[in-house]
């Protein structure tokens, strides 16, 4: 009677997992990790191996078990430690996602983008934010696609002059208070006060100059700079407000 062929007891399938493959001397070599666990890796904010690996086993082929062989990892690798070569495989090979994975990964970022938008944005007319609905919308009207290489937020500034062609949308203001001690006030005072979208208070006391007002984000570096460079005193800006809106959402006809 002939024996039967069973499979090796000693092979655990791994499920869930993220792979990450590379491919050496012709030969494909994969690693089985954690899923969320590759990118803390790489940006450096997990550090301890055995939080990314599910094991310390380097694979041909993950889903079916197969594990490398020494004179492949050797040829390929220059090393038969499993540790080392899973560590070369984490730094630098491809993170497999799924398709069903890239897309949720997509919504979850064109999601993303559209609350950027909305949080740092308002109608300039009636300083109230728009909903993210109208600026997913808006952003699916000029046919906007996620690039891979680029962050949320650069993507979300890029974003903002492109959807201004189409509806009514600026970077909501700063509320700034900016000090400058008398012996520099009067000489600052019309290249500060031209940085400002709207002052709301001018307070000269003893000749120091207090300014409260709003201003578009971008100037504040402009400001910062120009109190550095040109103030040998203490002057200094403050941050009241991130930004100023008016309560409610637009309504949108």
């Known amino acids: 009677m002939a024996g039967r062929i069973k499979t090796p007891t000693n092979v655990k399938l791994l499920t869930n997992v993220a792979v990450v493959r590379m491919k050496k001397c012709g030969k494909r070599f994969e690693i089985a990790c954690y899923k969320n666990k590759v990118v803390n890796w ?27 062989k020494r004179e492949e990892l050797h040829a390929a690798f220059g090393t038969e430690d499993q540790l080392e070569i899973c560590k070369m495989i984490l730094e630098k090979g491809d993170l497999q996602v799924s398709e069903k994975e890239r ?23 009636t300083k109230r934010p728009y909903p993210v609905t109208v600026i997913e919308r808006g952003l699916h009207d000029l046919h906007f696609s996620l690039k891979p ?81 040109e103030s040998k005193s203490n002057a200094h800006i403050e941050i009241l407000s991130l930004k100023v809106v008016s309560e409610g959402d637009v309504e949108i006809s």
Request: proline letters at 2%; hydrophobic letters at 35%.
């Open 42 to 68: 790489r940006d450096k904010t997990e550090k301890d191996i055995d939080e990314v690996l599910q094991t310390q086993t380097v694979f041909t082929n993950v889903s079916k078990g197969q594990v490398a």
């Open 149 to 229: 290489n680029r962050s949320s937020k650069q993507q979300a500034l890029e974003m903002i002059p492109k959807l201004r062609e189409s509806m009514k949308i600026d970077r909501a203001d700063m509320r700034v208070r900016v000090a400058v001690e008398a012996k520099e006030a009067k000489h600052m005072h019309d290249r500060l006060k031209n940085l400002f979208s709207s002052v709301e208070v001018e307070d000269w006391d003893k000749g120091s100059l207090e300014m409260v007002g709003l201003i578009e984000p971008g100037s504040y570096r402009k400001i910062d700079e120009l109190l550095h460079k």
């Open 103 to 125: 897309q949720v990964q997509s919504e979850s970022s064109y999601k993303e983008v559209a609350n950027l938008i909305a949080n740092m944005c308002v109608n300039p007319e």
